[in-house]
């Protein structure tokens, strides 16, 4: 999600550093991002002007140190993983001038546990932004325990003025967005596995049915099931609840490399960049 936050802040005239493991990493980014602004061009919500200014407001970086010195709002969008992150948040507390704040996109993991490893945890935040980015209107604005009034304040106005709506809410395992969504996914995954119904007629009862833009099995491959199942594990484990408890065929794809979208098989098959019916039928319970 990373290229799609850069992308809407330079789109709002911030300059952007944009910071990744590699030279070929960061110009699938800017790839990306261009056309994702040839979209934009195309529906007419953007010129080729503002195309121009937007790629010319990013700077591409391989390492932190040197991507974040000048920075004012750093926003860390690395994958689902604690260690991870936390490894990041300490080398973002050593390098960033003490005035800098630090914003986490995580969509599950404590932004209390994040800013504890940090030496300014009053100016650590969650902005989980959603999926595309450029595109959703919605930013959860996740209170950490230390983080301040003013921080808040100061990242909700940064939101809006973004474009978004950002929701204020605290610190609890899965925040709001995913503890409601996260079990409605793993119960569709549960109706598959125990043999309810098929993936196709699964997501179609939830779409006609419910009037939801996209079946939640066609959402969990967009989302990817291996942060699916991340976020599931955060929620079992933070609530102590057997209700967010993975259903074996999520962690089954998972092991066997069928992440969704991104791998080109999940529940639908996106090999050829269409929707296709679902491999993960030789997963289902009989």
């Known amino acids: 999600m990373g290229n799609g936050i850069a992308h809407v802040f330079a789109q709002c005239d911030y300059e952007v550093a944009l910071i990744d493991i590699s030279e070929d990493a960061l110009n699938n980014a800017l790839n990306t991002i261009s056309k994702n602004l040839d979209r934009q061009i195309k529906k007419e919500l953007i010129d080729e002007d503002r195309k ?83 595109v959703m ?3 959860e604005i996740i209170r950490g325990y230390n983080t301040s009034d003013e921080v808040t304040a100061r990242i909700m106005e940064v939101s809006r003025d973004l474009g978004k709506v ?14 409601i969504l996260m079990p409605r996914i793993n119960e569709a995954i549960i109706s598959l596995f125990e043999g309810v119904a098929g993936v196709e007629e699964i997501d179609t009862v939830m779409k006609l049915g419910m009037a939801h833009p996209m079946g939640p099995l066609q959402l969990a491959d967009f989302i990817g099931l291996d942060v699916c199942l991340a976020i599931l594990k955060v929620l079992h484990d933070g609530h102590g609840n057997p209700k967010y408890s993975p259903c074996p065929l999520l962690v089954n794809m998972v092991e066997a490399g069928h992440n969704g979208v991104k791998t080109g098989s999940g529940f639908y098959d996106w090999s050829h960049g269409t929707k296709e019916l679902a491999v993960a039928e030789q997963f289902r319970k009989k």
């Open 166 to 179: 950002p929701v204020e809410v605290n610190d609890y395992p899965g925040f709001v967005a995913n503890r």
């Open 52 to 134: 121009t200014k937007t790629l010319k407001n990013i700077t591409t970086f391989t390492t932190i140190k040197e991507g974040v010195k000048n920075a004012e709002l750093v926003v860390e969008a690395a994958t689902e993983n604690i260690d991870l992150k936390l490894d990041i948040f300490r080398q973002l507390d050593q390098h960033c001038t003490p005035s800098t704040l630090l914003a986490s996109n995580t969509s599950s993991i404590s932004i209390t546990k994040i800013g504890a490893i940090t030496s300014r945890s009053d100016k650590v935040i969650g902005m989980h932004f959603m999926n595309p980015v450029p």
């Open 137 to 139: 209107k919605l930013v």
